[in-house]
């Protein structure tokens, strides 16, 4: 039985869908959408500059193997994010100082590990941004269970394809497949626009209730 399932290279993420998506926090594109973004219980080792966005490599691998994680820093190209479904495992870390080195050298803009890291310290030092759940001193090994690279996987409760659109800042990750980022990235550069338009009104005095319509809501239901 085949122990190893590889899917093909997935197409990059368009350069001018990064540059704009780049641009927008995911925050705002939460007033207006509810797919995709990762359980909270995924937070950055470190905080975040600002948002990145990058094109997903998946790996699925269990328990207490990472041969396929190893192998796959062969695959990954500059600008990917690693994108790791621990299958369920919460005790065993997968990624620590060396493997985050290997991976940033090979390009990788960011980790997004539904589990533990180790060497916390370490990665930071490297540069290489990393979601994950937690850290554990318990590792991996190159026990040649098998897995899978670039075939679906769910991270964080939510299910990735190689290829999608990965962003990632300070408020948290979101995958969006390549199909709907224009639009999303429409709507949120329109919205990131307008952000705090209101706070010189507020700041001379005027309520927030007021300017979002909220206070005539609840006057209505007063009546």
Request: hydrophobic share 45%; glycine share 14%.
């Amino acid at each position: 039985m085949q122990k190893y399932h590889v899917g093909a290279e997935p197409n990059r993420i368009d350069q001018t869908l990064i540059e704009g998506l780049g641009a927008v926090e995911i925050a705002t594109i939460g007033h207006f959408r509810h797919r995709g973004f990762v359980s909270h219980r995924l937070r950055p080792l470190a905080p975040l500059g600002h948002t990145l966005v990058g094109t997903a490599i998946t790996v699925a691998i269990p328990a207490t193997d990472s041969t396929l994680l190893h192998h796959a820093l062969s695959v990954v190209r500059p600008g990917d994010v690693l994108v790791i479904d621990r299958l369920g495992d919460t005790r065993h870390a997968c990624l620590g100082g060396g493997v985050a080195f290997a991976a940033k050298v090979a390009g990788a803009i960011a980790v997004v590990l539904d589990g533990p890291c180790t060497d916390a310290e370490e990665i930071v030092e490297v540069g290489l941004p990393v979601f994950c759940t937690g850290i554990s001193g318990i590792t991996t090994r190159l026990n040649d269970l098998g897995g899978s690279l670039n075939k679906p996987v769910s991270c964080g409760g939510v299910p990735v394809l190689p290829g999608d659109v990965v962003m990632l800042d300070n408020c948290g990750v979101l995958v969006l497949p390549p199909d709907e980022a224009p639009q999303v990235l429409e709507e949120g550069a329109a919205r990131q626009a307008r952000a705090n338009r209101n706070r010189g009104r507020i700041e001379a005095g005027e309520k927030l209730g007021d300017l979002s319509g909220a206070s005539a809501l609840v006057a209505a239901g007063l009546r």
